[in-house]
T-cell receptor, first 116, second 111 residues
Framework: AQSVTQLGSHVSVSEGALVLLRCNYSSSVPPYLFWYVQYPNQGLQLLLKYTSAATLVKGINGFEAEFKKSETSFHLTKPSAHMSDAAEYFC??????????????WGLGTSLAVNP | DAGITQSPRHKVTETGTPVTLRCHQTENHRYMYWYRQDPGHGLRLIHY???????DKGEVSDGYSVSRSKTEDFLLTLESATSSQTSVYFC??????????FGSGTRLTVV
């Protein structure tokens, strides 16, 4: 079974600084990979996804992520943090269960704080 | 985006009472999921459905049951609510590219 590890449950950056949120997955086959964002008291919304096309994926709000097969990583970056980026970020990988049904395997999330 | 609504948005209930949460979608997606979200645990899958009357257990299914009698509705029932089931519950539907769209959540408090 696949698994997802998000390194750092809490990340703090200054406004205008680079945002780097780390995600590593375990997979023996090319995966589908996703980043979701959750703002306080809201549901999760899709930031970006990798589905075996270009390895550098651009998402909403200036975020992007690069799929690196050799490192089994899918790190999320943004060149310049904004106060509105403060949120919880989740990495997920698509896997199949014993019944061959696809479902997402989730990381535990990284809470991003942006300091003025 | 697919329309997905959860009801109620907030509920307070007493220990031992049954509770049903509803998830409704408007775009005929086959796969639907129920998660609970708790601090330090991320998202944990309770049950999911891959069609009408086709459901399966997730990693934290004890104390929960589900039903899907029509494509658009996926119900989560807590048979006898306990304080450990105080949580935020999210419903999700699976899109064609295997990503999910989430509802806004139900905040359940069991007292």
């Amino acid at each position: 079974a696949q698994s997802v590890t998000q390194l750092g449950s809490h990340v703090s950056v200054s406004e205008g600084a680079l945002v780097l949120l780390r995600c590593n997955y375990s997979s023996s086959v090319p995966p589908y990979l996703f980043w979701y964002v959750q703002y306080p008291n809201q549901g999760l919304q899709l930031l970006l996804k990798y589905t075996s096309a270009a390895t550098l994926v651009k998402g909403i709000n200036g975020f992007e992520a690069e799929f690196k097969k050799s490192e089994t990583s899918f790190h999320l970056t943004k060149p310049s943090a904004h106060m509105s980026d403060a949120a919880e970020y989740f990495c997920a990988v698509s896997d199949r269960d014993a019944g061959n049904n696809r479902k997402l395997i989730w990381g535990l999330g990284t809470s991003l704080a942006v300091n003025p | 985006d697919a329309g997905i609504t959860q009801s109620p948005r907030h509920k307070v209930t007493e220990t031992g009472t049954p509770v049903t949460l509803r998830c409704h979608q408007t775009e005929n997606h086959r796969y639907m999921y129920w998660y609970r979200q708790d601090p330090g645990h991320g998202l944990r899958l309770i049950h999911y459905s891959y069609g009408v009357k086709d459901t399966d257990k997730g990693e934290v299914s004890d104390g929960y049951s589900v039903s899907r009698s029509k494509t658009e509705d996926f119900l989560l029932t807590l048979e006898s609510a306990t304080s450990s089931q105080t949580s935020v519950y999210f419903c999700a539907i699976r899109q064609w590219d295997y990503g999910y769209t989430f509802g806004s959540g139900t905040r359940l408090t069991v007292v």
